[in-house]
């Protein structure tokens, strides 16, 4: 587990307990008044235990716990979906060029670097791809050359307006780089940030196995359901 889901689940877990903590507390002041005005509170409530138990075989405090636990996997879940996003991203835009993973994980990198967003990119080189230019790292390095041999202006806005379509003023910001900022830049970029092969099978092995948690999680959440209807409806009829 990363330092960041970590302090994301421990976050979920003292916010559930906090909330736990209001929760109960505010049940003992509800029991109390219940009882001043002679209500039966508690015993309403023993009543739904029993019937919960009795159908589902687990008590209202087992069943509180389940749903904290399921809170804790949902914030995982959440985590772990940039990751796959991101993975997604670099296949789609490695697909359209034809470069590796590595490759165009690097050069995406280097394009949030100079605002250029992965969208803008890819539409940008979808453009070009079409024309037959090369959109590879070695084929920006090539178009960064020709685009600074060109006039400040209106030269170089054609150039980008004709290379890359309408997000060609976007790109420009990485050509502005040149050869060897781009150079330097991709190989700057973190490791942690590196698409390879292996991340990508990882990042696959990853998504399935949220799917598979999310199946089993709606399926615990429709027998819990389905359990406690029928429970807390024989319950109330009881009352």
């Known amino acids: 587990m990363t330092d960041d889901v970590r302090i994301q689940v421990n976050a979920m877990v003292d916010g559930a307990v906090t909330n736990l ?53 949902d914030v995982v879940k959440k985590s772990v979906d940039g990751f796959i996003q991101y993975s997604n991203q670099i296949q789609d835009i490695s697909r359209l060029t034809g470069a590796s993973a ?13 605002r250029l967003t992965y969208e803008q990119m890819k539409t940008s080189m979808q453009i070009a791809s079409k024309q037959g230019i090369d959109v590879s790292i070695d084929g920006i390095k090539r178009l960064s050359e020709q685009y ?45 940030l590196v698409m390879d092969e292996k991340a ?14 999310g ?3 709606t399926a ?10 029928p429970a807390l409806a024989a319950v109330v009829e009881g009352l």
């Open 21 to 73: 903590n209001k929760v109960n507390t505010a049940l003992g002041k509800t029991g109390t008044a219940a009882e001043k005005s002679g209500g039966g509170f508690k015993s309403m409530v023993g009543k739904v235990d029993g019937g919960v138990r009795s159908i589902t075989g687990m008590s209202l405090s087992t069943l509180g716990w389940v749903g904290a636990a399921l809170k804790v996997v």
């Open 102 to 114: 590595e490759e165009m994980s690097r050069l995406v990198q280097v394009g949030d670097d100079v």
């Open 148 to 192: 600074a041999q060109l006039e400040p202006g209106l030269e170089r806005s054609q150039f980008l307006l004709t290379t890359f379509g309408r997000s060609g003023a976007d790109m420009g910001r990485l050509l502005e780089m040149g050869a060897d900022g781009i150079d330097k830049a991709t190989a700057a970029v973190s490791a942690g």
């Open 200 to 213: 990508i099978a990882k990042a696959e092995a990853l998504r399935l196995a949220k799917d598979n948690l």
């Open 215 to 217: 199946d089993s999680i």
């Open 220 to 229: 615990l959440e429709n027998q819990l359901a389905g359990a406690l209807v």
